[in-house]
């Protein structure tokens, strides 16, 4: 389901279904780093939605949580956003980002961290973009199938 | 205070007619852009997108047809790629089915996790027959959708997918 009005609803009708969260994990840098972070947000972002689609029926995807990239507090701020969903009965959060220092804070986090480093699309042609994608998520799907399969074990 | 030019009223009234032109024209344009795009029309009366599948190359193994087209909302034109599992029936129709399982919305697979000759559906274990209907006792109450078809030089062309007749 996507974060919208009209998918929220029925998540919160299908909430027995839809177990799994998905939350765009991505800097926001307004220095010299920003083109980077800029491009980070954008493949994570068409990476989420490709996921959606695959699994619309099981997962909502968050708004992005965005940090700072020099806050010192930004850990701690995602670990807000896993106990908020993990609260509201999501059994399986997964974070995605492309900035690898959330490689190894899955145990911090209580969730899942998908990292995938970003490619720059910049003005790659569509379908090109789209089969760069389709690569990446495809792994990315056995992930999630197999997270869900060792959850009913 | 007299000698302003404008004076309040007639202020009032320029601009309020000025707001009010927009309003018009903005309930107006899509009234005419429906009246006279012939897109739209066609977009409606259903039309077929094409793709790279030979028609000729199908057998009754259903394969993964994905397809890209243009397709304007009220905000963006975007790039929207579909996916079709077609095969050829016994009697060498072309069928297409719609991937969205018709439970909540998964994509659905071909023999998915190792279950022979039907849909899988990865989120709640969904199942289909190959003609599409659901099987009972899995969360889908439905069976998937199917894509009208046409043939254009040889290739396969699919329509707007409808509600499943066919099984
Ligand atoms: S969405 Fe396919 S079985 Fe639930």
Redesign the interface.
Known sequence: MNWNGKETA?FQQ?KE??DTAMVPLVPADFGAGMIQSAEQYEFVQLLVVFLE??????VLTTPPHAYLTDSPNRLAEAKKWSEKLRGAGFKHVFFFTADSAWRDKEEELNASVIWIPSVPLGDMD??IK?SIIENQAKQIVNII?QK?QGYAE | MSKQPVSRRQFLNYTLTGVGGFMAAGMLMPMVRFAVDPVLKGEAAGDFHPTQQKVADLTDVPVRVDFSYEQTDAWYTSEVTSTAWVYKNDKGEVIALSPICKHLGCTVSWEGNEHKNQFFCPCHNGLYEKNGKNVPGTPPLKPLDVYPTAEKDGLLQLGKPQANNIV
């Open positions: 029925l299908q279904y839809i689609r695959q699994f619309k029926g099981r569509d379908s789209y199938v869900w």
